[in-house]
């Protein structure tokens, strides 16, 4: 699916009276919502393969070159600890900080709890935050600040409690 028809289809969320739209094609589904996890007034999208494709890559994966895609953490077999995963929800730039002179939110060994903001993933010139799904201890951060992220990249390695 072309991202310049993504970036049509979330304007038309925006600025229209709907709060979601629903789009299986053949080999891909598009879901955009005005109030799924984002704050109201945010919009937050999913893309993914569609059903009968579930072993595709997901449709975002083409707006970016193959080539830079971040490497698979360790998986938590191999590091001997059960460490929870916390996923990009969507394409976007990735920032530590709420701003470029404030502290970061997170580190590497601090504490956090369900719903804690760790970062902020900026697509299409919307800041949306990404919480923690988990309590825990971050282990590592996986991702650069200021660099893009995929749909699905692993941010954060998080030891649950």
């Known amino acids: 699916m072309d991202i310049n028809l993504i970036?049509?289809?979330?304007?038309?969320?925006?600025?229209?009276?709907?709060?979601?739209?629903?789009?299986?094609?053949?080999?891909?589904?598009i879901y955009i919502s005005k109030y799924g996890s984002a704050a109201p007034g945010q919009v937050t999208y999913t893309a993914t393969p569609a059903p009968q494709q579930a072993a595709a890559a997901p449709v975002t994966a083409a707006s970016a070159p193959a080539t830079t895609a971040a490497p698979t953490p360790p998986s938590?077999?191999?590091?001997?600890?059960?460490?929870?995963?916390?996923?990009?929800?969507?394409?976007?730039t990735f920032y530590r900080s709420p701003a470029p002179d404030a502290d970061a939110?997170?580190?590497?060994?601090?504490?956090?709890?369900?719903?804690?903001?760790?970062?902020i993933v900026e697509a299409m010139k919307l800041m949306n935050e990404i919480e923690s799904d988990i309590?825990?201890?971050?282990?590592?951060?996986?991702?650069?600040?200021?660099?893009?992220?995929?749909?699905?990249?692993?941010?954060?390695?998080?030891?649950?409690?």
């Open 7 to 29: 970036r049509r289809l979330v304007k038309l969320v925006e600025t229209s009276g709907i709060s979601e739209l629903e789009i299986d094609e053949k080999e891909s589904r």
């Open 105 to 119: 939110y997170v580190k590497v060994g601090d504490r956090v709890n369900v719903g804690s903001v760790l970062c």
């Open 76 to 92: 938590p077999s191999d590091t001997g600890t059960k460490l929870h995963e916390i996923k990009s929800p969507i394409v976007g």
């Open 135 to 161: 309590s825990g201890t971050i282990e590592k951060i996986l991702a650069d600040n200021a660099k893009p992220v995929e749909y699905g990249q692993v941010l954060f390695l998080v030891k649950p409690d």
